[in-house]
């Protein structure tokens, strides 16, 4: 029974739920039978179908409502609570989103307690920080504070635990009295005559309809997350600074100078090197593949040269950083000890180490698109340029090349698009430091490296100097999002000449 | 008659190649061996980058482990002599620590060694991680306390670095962690043959370590971690997926929320991937409250990132099943509907699969996303107990174990990150393995 008890309300319901769907289907179903007589013939749809539409009845409304629910209580309560917390509780250098959190863990850790046993509910509810040590009788309990408990916190907790407890009750009630309203709904319908299987099919299309536009709300969710969070950054700090300033040097205490142009240089640059090594190998490979090699070679290299694209970026990360960047220095930065005897090179993270290694993630990229655009081109115009007596470099370079132009831009726009949003291999490879110059073997940074450095460990969410990695992800999202559209677009008004 | 030049004779041999001739020849010489060049560079890239991994990889799947034997006296380790396991395990690895420094003594002394070691000098040749070791396999068999039992004993980073000639003697010079005289020990203890390398199952089964303990750290953890995430991506992707795709493929009329749909999945097949990470953290982890560093977080993530992928293939293999089966269905009075539930879709199922293994593949390998959301910068020491807490509790994966391991400052981690990446590799190999035979075994040319 206490192991009954200790399931989580939610997951409770979600059973419910599931019971009652499997009760409608079996109830309904040989509720039109019934109303049939027995004679499946007589019924409109299939006996099934009449089930199908009790069961859908039942399960989708109330499942959401309960996740629509499950969305907004939170928000709700959190908002009611914070008014609770009057000014003078938050402290110096705290915000009210930490005392929010303590007031969180205190009511999280109560109900913890409660669950184990070591108190009763009854005292839970009228606990008082005056006589009792809330945050020893927490530590008992395995949830440890990092301070002790203010009065005004314990009410907010008292106050955030009764509202969850109610949140809790009234979704239960609601939830099920949905899915009961449904099935009712669906068991009064049933008639020999009812259309259930074309109910049942505007159920499901409908559900597909929705699947469908989990991209859309994919899409609109990471603009308007990122959009949000934008505005506030730049409240907290100047868009002058940020587009046109040309210094990065976040500084905790505050006044950072966050310029995107060094940033965006240091992409930029990588990106540049990236293609100079993917594109030449890329399209070279991809002639060689669509117009020169037999099946037998095709068949082989090919494949393997897909290898490369199947590789997880980590471990190209790990490549530069290891291996490519090391021996770059020994190539560049050993002075007289190295292999060319200068001194160029300091350490193994560098615009040329991620560059490198990023052209060689891009090679299958770029020969793959290539090479399907190349064999795309009309084998006629390769016959019409050998009956002129045109060998076949010069049948490639003057006829298939300009015919598959269009194409290999866009895939070349493709390729510079992952360059730009590629994370991995310069987070480990490019280093750490934001500048503007012209030296490949020196190390810079990129609008990837600074997300990922602004937003992990210790973040505040209100201090430009975490906000603006939510500008940049948005820069950036712009910035690929432009490449692909452009992209798409070469590439489509080219399809539409052979066709 | 006007003057007509004589083409009678010809001035040369046609079978002789005049100079314009000999350049363009040469020229389609020179064109086709660019082209060769180009893949040869790729192809040795790969050669490299394989090599390189499993060169500095397979390290990691050997350990040097020094084999003593141990007295488990009773009067330090259960002083009232009842075998409470409560009593035992109040002694903790301090208690431990002399047992094994008394043992490889007694080893050291038994092969007739001599060493001008003092014996906690001796004894830190073997691993942090020993004492902790014993205290478990003690706490696993309290029987045995009062014996005596053979057990063998990771040694430290360096040791391990020297039997795998990573470490060399000039090497430690400015090392504090271990002396010129600590390797002559080692050397007398492995020609001895107490001391030596083997197959080391911890690296693939158990957890992280540490950063003065690389001798320790394994990946099973962050494998069951990537586990549960791949579980949530199955779970979410492959049904919101397939139904997408069925829409935009059977149903979906021309027209403008259509074509939006469809930009929209291209678009977003090509966000980097960093994009979602953010998604991930202002929706799930900001507005959401979901635990940071959960692997249900990161299946989330994922399942947003790899969503596109399995629409795109799921839609080429119903693009693929010939519309005549759909026509049949129609004919024999099937809805439309009941066509693609009951016809279309079981024969796109092989492709569909397919599909979604690739995508999963995809989804494994991945890392930016994870440490925007937190799973990175601790240790993950313990497997999870149960489902929720596989789902909800903070968690490594094995791209973010990697990228962890990549941070680090001893060496000896570097080893452990490139033995994280052939185990990673292997389990993308069979995946794509799979779904190669998956398509060879059920593809169907109409």
Redesign the interface.
């Given at each position: 029974m206490r192991n009954f008890l200790n399931v989580a309300p939610t997951t409770l319901l979600v059973l419910v739920l599931l019971a009652l769907t499997v009760v409608a289907f079996g109830i309904v179903r040989s509720r039109a039978m019934a109303a049939a007589s027995g004679d499946s013939r007589k019924l409109h749809s299939l006996p099934n179908y009449y089930g199908y539409n009790a069961a859908l009845f039942t399960a989708i409304p109330s499942l959401f409502v309960l996740v629509v629910w499950l969305?907004i209580q939170?928000?709700v309560i959190q908002n009611a609570v914070i008014e609770m917390i009057p000014q003078s509780a938050v402290d110096q250098g705290s915000s009210v989103n930490l005392v929010m959190s303590d007031v969180t863990r205190v009511a999280n850790g109560l109900d913890a307690a409660v669950q184990a046993g070591s108190i009763n509910p009854d005292r839970a509810r009228n606990l008082s920080s005056s006589d009792t040590d809330v945050r020893a009788l927490l530590a008992e309990s395995g949830v440890a504070l990092g301070s002790d408990v203010s009065p005004e916190v314990l009410a907010a907790a008292q106050r955030y635990r009764s509202m969850q407890g109610t949140g809790r009750l009234l979704m239960f009630a609601i939830v099920s009295t949905i899915a009961l309203a449904g099935l009712v709904f669906a068991f009064r319908v049933t008639t020999e005559k009812f259309r259930a299987?074309n109910m049942v099919?505007r159920f499901?299309?409908s559900?597909?309809?929705a699947?469908?536009?989990?991209?859309?709300l994919?899409?609109v969710?990471?603009v308007l997350?990122?959009l949000f969070?934008t505005i506030n950054f730049f409240k907290l700090h100047p868009w002058q600074d940020f587009f046109l300033g040309t210094t990065w040097a976040p500084n905790f205490r505050g006044d950072s100078e966050l310029s995107i142009l060094p940033l965006l240089w240091g992409t930029l640059y990588i990106s540049i090197i990236a293609l100079l090594v993917a594109v030449?190998?890329?399209?070279?490979?991809a002639?060689?593949?669509s117009?020169?090699a037999n099946s037998k070679v095709r068949a082989f290299?090919k494949p393997?040269?897909e290898?490369?694209a199947?590789?997880?970026?980590?471990?190209y990360?790990?490549?530069a950083?290891?291996?490519v960047g090391p021996f770059l220095v020994n190539l560049f930065g050993r002075g007289e000890n190295g292999i060319l005897g200068v001194d160029w090179m300091s350490g193994a993270t560098s615009v040329l180490t991620a560059g490198l290694v990023m052209g060689?993630m891009l090679?299958?990229f770029v020969?793959s698109l290539s090479d399907d655009i190349i064999n795309a081109v009309p084998q006629s115009l390769r016959d019409g340029s050998f009956g002129l007596g045109a060998?076949?470099?010069?049948t490639?370079?003057q006829v298939v090349l300009p015919a598959a132009l269009p194409g290999i831009v866009g895939a070349v726009l493709?390729a510079a698009?992952?360059a730009?949003?590629?994370?991995?291999i310069v987070?480990?490879g490019a280093g750490a430091i934001a500048r503007i110059s012209a030296n490949p073997l020196e190390a810079m940074t990129t609008i990837?490296t600074r997300?990922?450095s602004q937003?992990?460990?210790d973040t505040d969410?209100a201090s430009p100097e975490t906000l603006v990695?939510?500008a940049l992800?948005l820069t950036?999202?712009v910035l690929?999002?432009g490449l692909?559209?452009l992209a798409?677009y070469i590439v489509r008004k080219y399809r539409e000449q052979y066709e | 008659m006007t003057d007509v030049p004589d083409h009678t004779k010809p001035q040369r041999s046609l079978l002789q190649q005049d100079a314009h001739t000999t350049k363009?020849?040469r020229?389609?010489k020179?064109?086709?061996t660019?082209?060769?060049?180009?893949?040869a560079?790729?192809?040795l890239?790969?050669a490299?980058?394989l090599v390189?991994?499993i060169g500095?990889g397979s390290g990691a799947f050997q350990q040097t482990f020094l084999t003593l034997d141990v007295q488990l006296l009773e009067a330090k380790l259960d002083k009232k002599g009842d075998r409470n396991i409560e009593d035992i395990k109040k002694v903790s690895t301090f208690g431990y620590a002399p047992l094994m420094s008394a043992a490889l003594e007694t080893k050291v002394a038994a092969l007739g060694i001599q060493t001008e070691l003092k014996p906690k000098a001796m004894a830190d040749i073997l691993s942090k991680d020993a004492a902790a070791q014993l205290r478990d396999f003690v706490l696993a068999n309290p029987d045995l306390i009062g014996t005596s039992v053979e057990f063998k004993f990771l040694t430290n980073s360096r040791v391990d670095g020297y039997m795998k000639e990573r470490v060399t003697r000039e090497s430690i010079a400015n090392d504090k962690n271990i002396n010129a005289a600590q390797l002559d020990l080692v050397d007398a203890l492995h020609a001895a043959g107490a001391l030596n390398k083997q197959f080391n199952l911890s690296f693939i089964t158990g957890a992280d370590a540490s950063d003065a303990r690389p001798e320790a750290a394994g990946m099973g953890v962050a494998m069951i971690g990537s586990l549960f995430m791949m579980l949530v991506v199955l779970i979410l992707a492959l049904?919101?997926?397939v139904?997408?795709s069925?829409?935009?493929e059977e149903?979906?009329p021309k027209n403008l929320l259509t074509d939006?749909?469809e930009?929209?999945?291209?678009?977003?097949a090509?966000?980097?991937?960093?994009?979602?990470?953010?998604?991930g953290?202002?929706?799930f982890i900001?507005?959401?409250?979901l635990p940071n560093s959960a692997p249900l977080v990161g299946g989330l993530v994922l399942t947003?990132m790899t969503?596109?992928t399995i629409?795109i293939s799921t839609r080429a293999s119903l693009k693929s099943v010939p519309p005549s089966i759909r026509d049949a269905a129609l004919g024999v009075g099937a809805?439309?509907?009941q066509s693609v539930f009951h016809h279309v879709l079981p024969l796109a199922a092989p492709g569909i699969l397919t599909g979604t293994i690739i995508g999963l593949?995809q989804a494994?390998?991945?890392?930016?996303p994870l440490?925007?959301i937190?799973m990175?910068?601790f240790i993950a020491s313990n497997p999870p107990d149960s489902i929720a807490s596989g789902l909800l509790a903070p968690n490594s994966a094995m791209?973010a174990q990697?990228?962890e391991w990549?941070k680090r400052a001893d060496p000896a981690f570097?080893e452990r990150?490139?033995g994280g990446?052939i185990i990673?590799?292997v389990f993308?190999v069979t995946m794509?393995a799979i779904a190669v035979l998956l398509r060879r075994r059920f593809e169907r040319r109409w």
């Open positions: 969305l939170p928000v299987r099919e499901l299309l559900m597909l309809i699947a469908a536009s989990l991209a859309i994919t899409t969710g990471i997350s990122m969070e030449p190998i890329g399209l070279f490979a002639i060689y593949l117009e020169y290299a393997l040269l290898i490369l199947g590789i997880p970026t980590i471990v990360g790990l490549f950083l290891l291996t060689i090679i299958p020969s060998t076949h470099s010069e490639i370079r493709l698009s992952r730009i949003g590629e994370t991995m987070v480990l990837t997300i990922v937003l992990t460990g969410f990695a939510f992800g950036l999202f690929t999002l692909n559209v798409l | 363009r020849n020229a389609e020179r064109f086709k660019y082209g060769i060049i180009a893949i560079i790729g192809l890239m790969l490299i980058l390189t991994i500095r049904p919101i997926g139904a997408a069925i829409y935009l149903f979906a939006i749909i930009v929209n999945i291209s678009n977003l090509a966000v980097p991937s960093i994009v979602f990470g953010i998604l953290l202002a929706v900001n507005y959401m409250h947003l969503l596109p629409i809805s439309k509907m593949a494994l390998g991945e890392t930016a440490l925007l937190g990175v910068g791209p990697i990228y990549a570097y990150a490139w990446i990673l590799l993308l794509n």
